[in-house]
């Protein structure tokens, strides 16, 4: 028996008869401030969960579901969310500070806020999400960033290297000491030159998710 409790309160949220949460499905789960820090959630069935404010910090997230999950405000530091589906998630003020995302699926998630600097988001769809965000430092390798938001994104340092942002928005983002050889612009255009300025432009997305 697996039991569940509130991170701060310790009421108890959830008893489950199993002896690892590996795998399991948990759609609808209702875990707002849950501790389930270094918990091992592999491949677990998370759609639609409220995980508000929930303690995941080290948690083994890798291939779960959590589209349409509440994530607003958790502790996501260190945790493995290697290829996870979230899809329409929403992480705002979540702490995502080291995290793995590697090609993580984030079409339409919500971020704003959140904190990723040094996660590691390389290969991770991130299409259409609401990136503004702290992402300094951030591995951005060849994701796919097409029309999303990085409206007054902290991107300094960050590696988006062959990336693809055509069509986002990065009006007032911070990119000094990008790495943006290979990058595909808001426009776009690919990056030749290492470290090439990002275009600033500030035109509603359909205009280049149409060409």
């Not at 028996?1 to 948990?26: W, Y």
């Not at 704003?112 to 300094?136: F, T, Y």
């Not at 007032?172 to 030749?192: C, E, F, N, P, W």
Request: hydrophobic letters at 45%.
């Amino acid at each position: 028996m697996l039991i569940i409790k509130h991170k701060k309160t310790h009421e108890i949220l959830a008893q489950i008869d199993a002896d690892s949460l590996d795998g399991r499905r948990m759609t609808g789960s209702r875990l707002r401030g849950a501790d389930l820090a270094g918990v091992d959630l592999h491949g677990a069935d998370l759609g639609n969960s409220d995980l508000r404010d929930a303690d995941l910090h080290d948690a083994n997230l890798t291939g779960a579901i959590l589209n349409g999950a509440y994530l607003d405000g958790a502790n996501l530091v260190h945790a493995d969310l290697s290829g996870a589906d979230l899809t329409d998630a929403r992480l705002d003020h979540a702490e995502l500070q080291d995290a793995r995302l590697i090609k993580a699926i984030l079409r339409y998630a919500h971020l704003e806020a959140a904190i990723l600097c040094n996660a590691d988001l390389s290969g991770a769809d991130l299409s259409m999400a609401d990136l503004r965000a702290d992402l300094h430092n951030a591995n951005l390798r060849h994701a796919d960033l097409r029309a999303a938001d990085l409206s007054g994104a902290d991107l300094r340092g960050a590696d988006l290297e062959d990336a693809n942002l055509t069509g986002a928005k990065l009006c007032s983002a911070k990119l000094s000491g990008a790495k943006t050889h290979g990058m595909i612009d808001v426009q776009g255009h690919r990056s030749a030159a290492q470290n090439r300025p990002a275009v600033h432009i500030d035109q509603p997305w359909w205009k280049f998710w149409t060409r």
